[in-house]
């Protein structure tokens, strides 16, 4: 009777348990409510973990210093910039070693030492050419995320065929396997995804490296990156990316692969690949990590342009839940709708906070941080650099109409505002261009440099003092811009309107900055506030 008994209630817990397991996974069929972009503005290549039920963000800085965003969340819709790997650009990086290429950083959380850590490319000085491309690796503990700094290890995997990139991390069976991409499309040679064990520090490889798969479909194009690896069910699934991702002529596609067993090396892709490709609302969507949230769904953060903006935005992060199909894939619904609320892009600084900028602003990444102070406003060292646009710090733009103004104090400095970014010359990567605003005690200037010259396209000569205020309208798209300046209580003068051709600034897919500048010599740019209003 006992054994019976037994049986009865082992049946019925077995019963219990699986009914749980199957009502946790009915409950996940009801879609999550996100709102995307996830992260506005130019974060290419971006990587999620989570640690508890708290979400960290980073992507791409591409040749913008501060490097590497870290962004926190806590419901998947709202996002804080709290932090950055390398706060000081270059400064940070151990014996100073990443010239340019600042790319595809990946965070990895180990719980059991409670530390986060940042893969991350970046060119190496000390070499030449496409192999100077290596991944690093930088370490912080997980409680100082927000305030403390990332301890650099340097590069740590270094590939003599092209180069290396795209760094990934994941743990199986007690060991920790970091993933690369050998960058051999750059140098006329096959890219494949690889793999090596790497120690508990993340400061060495061990062992031997193998291959894990290249571009063997006709769909996948000219090679395969931004690869990403993550459980569910019985397999390991590696999500990536194919084609060109960056400009106006991209074709980026991602598709999904599996395996039992990372030591056996036999993949398998998904007969209905790719999974994602460009839509009405998104643009070349790829290169992303996938998290599992607190009640076992799987999510994607990835790049892709927003079709309303073509390429001036930059790739915005998006956010999309994977679903298992009937076939046991996880594959992604490819529908994702654009729906955060303009007002969520609009920002306002009034450098109140005399300790420390906004962590928005951003410089030209081979610089040191320009010179500036905080008291009675924000005072920015003047210079004749970029080419004599001067001293610049800007921030990331996040749609294309939108409207900024900034109020400036008169000084000896051309003090003003510009729209511009990293322009693609024949020396990667490019040298930092322009267009803007600018006002001094002489009087008021419209500028642009282009192709490393300074132009003044119109002045007006007035003598000038106190407070000016200025503005600029970005309108149809990014190809109109409006120019106004005004006097202590006057209204709006428009001092021109010209057409602007936006890709000849930013064309590789690098996404625009609107900041402000000074510009002369021995004085600084005096600015009483800073403010974009997106239509």
Not at 226 to 243: E, N
Not at 338 to 353: E, G, V
Request: charged share 25%; glycine share 8%.
């Amino acid at each position: 009777m006992k054994n019976i008994l037994y049986l009865f209630t082992t049946l019925i817990l077995f019963s219990c348990s699986t009914k749980k397991q199957i009502s946790t996974v009915a409950t996940n069929t009801k879609p999550l409510e996100l709102v995307n972009p996830a992260l506005p503005g130019d974060n290419p290549d971006p990587s999620m973990i989570r640690v508890g039920n708290t979400y960290y963000a980073t992507s791409t800085t591409n040749e913008w210093a501060p490097y590497f965003t870290i962004y926190k969340s806590t419901d998947l819709k709202n996002w804080t910039l709290i932090n950055h790997v390398f706060p000081n650009g270059f400064k940070d990086m151990k014996d100073q070693w990443g010239e340019n290429n600042f790319w595809a950083s990946e965070l990895a959380y180990d719980k059991k030492q409670h530390k986060i850590y940042a893969y991350y490319t970046a060119h190496n000085r000390n070499t030449k050419g496409n192999p100077g491309l290596q991944c690093g690796t930088a370490w912080i503990d997980a409680d100082k995320i927000e305030t403390g700094k990332f301890k650099d290890n340097g590069p740590v995997i270094i590939e003599d065929d092209c180069g290396a990139i795209d760094a990934f991390e994941m743990e199986d069976n007690g060991k920790i396997y970091a993933f690369w991409k050998n960058d051999g499309n750059g140098c006329g040679k096959e890219s494949w995804i690889w793999m090596q064990e790497i120690n508990d520090t993340r400061t060495k490889l061990l062992g031997t490296k193998r291959k894990v798969y290249t571009n063997s479909q006709p769909w996948e194009t000219a090679l395969v990156e931004g690869a990403c690896f993550f459980k569910f069910g019985d397999y390991i699934y590696s999500l990536y990316a194919v084609g060109g991702c960056c400009d106006a002529r991209c074709n980026y596609k991602t598709g999904i692969a599996r395996t039992k067993s990372l030591e056996s090396g036999v993949w398998e892709k998904y007969p209905q690949n790719p999974i994602m490709v460009s839509n009405e609302k998104w643009r070349c969507p790829g290169h992303g990590t996938v998290v599992t949230t607190e009640d076992g769904r799987l999510l994607m953060l990835y790049h892709a342009f927003n079709m309303q903006y073509d390429v001036f935005v930059g790739r915005e992060g998006v956010i999309e839940e994977l679903v298992a199909g009937e076939d046991g894939w996880p594959i992604l619904k490819n529908n994702i709708t654009a729906n955060r609320p303009k007002s969520d892009l609009d920002f306002t600084d009034n450098f109140k906070n005399d300790k420390s900028l906004n962590l928005v602003w951003q410089w030209p990444s081979k610089k040191e941080r320009p010179e500036l102070n905080l008291k009675n406003g924000l005072q920015l060292k003047a210079s004749n650099e970029n080419h004599n646009l001067g001293t610049f710090i800007g921030q990331y733009i996040k749609s294309t109409d939108f409207t900024v103004k900034s109020s400036i104090q008169i000084t000896s400095a051309d003090v003003g505002m510009a729209l511009g970014g990293a322009i693609y010359k024949s020396t990667w990567p490019g040298e930092l261009g322009g267009i803007g605003i600018s006002a001094s005690k002489n009087g008021f200037k419209i500028f642009t440099n282009y192709e490393n010259q300074y132009q003044i396209v119109k002045q007006i000569d007035k003598v000038l003092s106190g407070e000016i205020e200025l503005k600029m309208n970005v309108l149809n798209q990014a190809r109109t811009l409006e120019f106004y300046y005004k006097e202590k209580n006057s209204d709006w003068i428009k001092m021109e309107t010209l057409p602007f051709d936006a890709d000849k600034y930013a064309p590789w897919g690098m996404g625009y900055r609107v900041g402000i500048t000074a510009k002369g010599d021995n004085d600084f740019g005096s600015f009483n506030s800073f403010e974009v209003r997106n239509n």
